[in-house]
């Protein structure tokens, strides 16, 4: 079996990839746990000093890999960039906290000395998407390796090149040969990598089917999983919004990574007052990003990762537009070369719709007309997912009450776009998954809370 690296923007193969065969794949597995052995007797000290030069070697790489990732999945460079210097700063985030994060607590009981331990699990499986392919696992292995863990990554297999060269970073910052791995697999090998015994528990983001199987799967093995799936998310333009800001926030966050994020707007409800001059607003934002060749530094919309990808989202554009959707903006396939597909708005949108009750995976603005705040909410909260979703209100009071306390979602942001931030957890509920990472909850899902406590 090989795995082929196909550039998205012109259609052709960049490299094909020989996939690890079952045994191979388990003997590195054990190389890992036996790294694993050594490195959770390190010093906190010892982890931060590697993870900083990580952190060095992504910054110095930044723009070498940023042209491999537009290769691989068609990510401007531009945005290429940025997604590794974030990476570094997770590194150096969790370089300087980890020690902090996971320092004894000492607790008061009857006992003369009672406290709570942090200690490593052992050899952490993650299974990351293509979409941000630095990013999605480095928010992982950041945490991981500082808290004591080894880990063993499969990848999206349209990112093989990304993939290998993550191993190489840590190598070559010095980390234990082994104690990160990439391992070159179908999805076809995962069930049997999470049925290995060495494998302590699970970290995917990925499709809900996907997460469903992992996690039916390491359920059955007693293994402790961290699901980030699907998201839908709503933005809330409230009637007092100030729209040139709240649209100019949708656009970015409907058009973030070419639409392709989980956490990327994707609803956007208003309020019937204020709804032409919103929509005006939003079709004029979306319809300025420069869409082309993503290793030209002005570009800001690429391909789609796939051509199969950007097939399945104008099939439901077209469904939707067929059940009473009205288009607004896009819509329509471009001609020549590439998985492209242009900023898109569709308007109208009611229940029944895949642009309401799916996840629409690439540029396209899905807006929903309510009558109040009330039907907002009620709206926002109407979905099977609950990753992210944001406020626009001038009352900043209120829209903080309706993002804390309202709103059925992991993160919801006032007056600006969701994203990621290594200080802030991060992950979702409903069928958005479970389980947080990044900030102090984010390396403690992957270590034994341990209760001690001396007579």
Known sequence: ??????????????????????????????????????????????????????????????????????????????????????????????????????????????????????????????????????????????????????????????????????????RDAGFPENLFRTLLVGSGQVEALIENPLIRAVTLTGSGPAGRQVAAKAGAMLKKTVLELGGSDAYLILHDADLELAAAESAKGRLVNSGQSCIAAKRFIVVASVRERYEALLVSKMKAAQMGDPLNEATQLGPLARQDLRDQLHRQVEASIVTGARLLLGGEIPEGNGAYYPPTVLTDVQPGMPAYEEELFGPVASVITVKDEAEAIATANDSSFGLGGGVFTRDVARGEAIAAELIESGSVFVNHTVASDPRLPFGGVKESGYGRELSHFGIREFVNIKAVSIA
């Not at 990013?135 to 063993?152: D, H, I, K, S, Y």
Request: hydrophobic content about 50%; some cysteine.
């Open 1 to 170: 079996m090989t795995i082929a690296a196909i550039n998205p923007a012109t259609g052709e193969t960049i490299q094909v990839y020989e996939e690890l065969p079952p045994d191979a794949a388990s003997r590195i597995v054990a190389q890992t746990h036996e790294a694993f052995l050594a490195w959770r007797q390190t010093s906190f000290a010892e982890r931060s000093a590697l993870m900083k030069k990580a952190a060095e070697v992504l910054r110095a790489r930044a723009k070498d890999l940023a042209r491999l990732t537009a290769m691989e999945m068609g990510k401007p460079v531009s945005a290429g960039e940025a997604e590794l210097k974030k990476c570094a700063l997770a590194c150096d985030f969790y370089a300087d906290n980890a020690e902090r994060f996971l320092a004894r607590e000492s607790v008061q009981t009857e006992s003369s000395k009672s406290f709570v331990a942090f200690n490593p699990l052992g050899v952490i499986l993650a299974v990351m998407p293509w979409n941000f392919p630095f990013w999605q696992a480095f928010r992982f292995a950041g945490p991981g390796l500082m808290a004591g863990n080894a880990a063993v990554l499969k990848h999206a297999s349209n990112v093989p090149g990304c993939a290998l060269a993550i191993e190489e970073i840590f």
